[in-house]
């Protein structure tokens, strides 16, 4: 007991030093202490290494910029699920505005079909009504055919001669005359002057077409000058452009040519002398007039 209380003395440590010097081994307690100190140290200065390793903060460092593209990375998925939620709202928004666009446009475009139909439905009508007003405004067209030996002998003989043109004035007033013919038989003696004979000198002066063919002789002396061929084709060819034809003739032979006219819409008046006119023509004809009643308007 004595020998552990005397252990604990502080003059132990010194003790020990001294049997350390002297080659003798120092006591248990003592090396205990210095075992101690020594890891202490060791402890201390791993500390500082670790502190100091520069190796040990790139170690870490790497790992924060790990760290860090990672943190962007989901940043960026973020936004990348954002930017396509946006342009699919954009594209729904855009295929709903085309959607109505197009629906509108069908719409302006069914507006303007209709109005279109109506503005051609309206233009018409006044085509129509202008062609009606430019009728009703317009003289009629007056086409005159003139059968001369019917005429001239079917007025009296001792009756004054016709003036061909007071006659074309009567017949011609209140019309916008087109054309008139004279269809005039002339002589086959060449020596006799064309415009000097029985049939043609009268119509000379005044504004009449002259058709003349010559006079056929017949073995028993008699003469005939026949137009009726001719100036039925003349009427048929004209009558499509003509409103009121004018037969200065009653010879039933233009009964049939007379009925084709009033056929096409052609009002047809038949001017003759009494002892001239066929029952055929006066009853066919849509205004007779009897030129000895009118005499003295005509010579």
Do not use: W
């Not at 405004?137 to 005159?144: A, E, K, N, V």
């Amino acid at each position: 007991m004595n020998d552990d209380k005397s252990n604990d003395n502080p003059d132990d440590n010194s003790n020990d030093t001294q049997s350390i010097i002297a080659g003798r081994r120092p006591s248990k307690k003592n090396d205990i202490s210095e075992e101690i100190n020594i890891d202490e140290n060791v402890l201390t200065e791993s500390n500082n290494i670790e502190t100091n390793d520069p190796s040990k903060n790139d170690i870490e460092n790497s790992e924060d910029l790990t760290i860090l593209p990672s943190a962007e990375s989901s940043d960026d998925v973020s936004q990348g699920d954002e930017s396509s939620l946006v342009a699919e709202i954009l594209d729904s928004t855009s295929s709903s505005e085309a959607l109505v666009n197009n629906s509108e446009f069908l719409e302006l475009k069914d507006i303007v079909l209709q109005q279109g139909r109506i503005l051609e439905e309206l233009r018409a009508g006044l085509l129509s009504l202008g062609g009606q007003l430019d009728r009703s405004t317009q003289l009629p067209r007056l086409g005159m055919f003139v059968d001369v030996p019917n005429l001239i002998y079917g007025q009296d003989s001792d009756s004054k001669p016709l003036h061909m043109g007071k006659l074309l004035q009567f017949i011609g007033e209140g019309r916008d005359v087109v054309r008139a013919t004279a269809y005039s038989p002339v002589s086959d003696d060449p020596m006799e002057a064309l415009e000097q004979q029985k049939f043609v000198a009268p119509f000379v002066p005044y504004e009449y077409r002259i058709v003349t063919k010559a006079l056929k002789r017949f073995a028993d002396g008699s003469i005939k000058g026949n137009f009726d061929v001719e100036m039925a084709i003349d009427m048929l060819t004209m009558a499509d452009g003509l409103d009121v034809i004018a037969v200065v003739s009653g010879d039933a032979d233009f009964a049939r040519a007379v009925e084709v006219v009033q056929t096409r819409g052609v009002r047809v008046e038949v001017f003759a002398f009494a002892q001239s006119s066929s029952l055929e023509m006066r009853s066919l004809a849509d205004r007779y007039v009897e030129l000895g009643s009118v005499l003295n308007q005509i010579v």
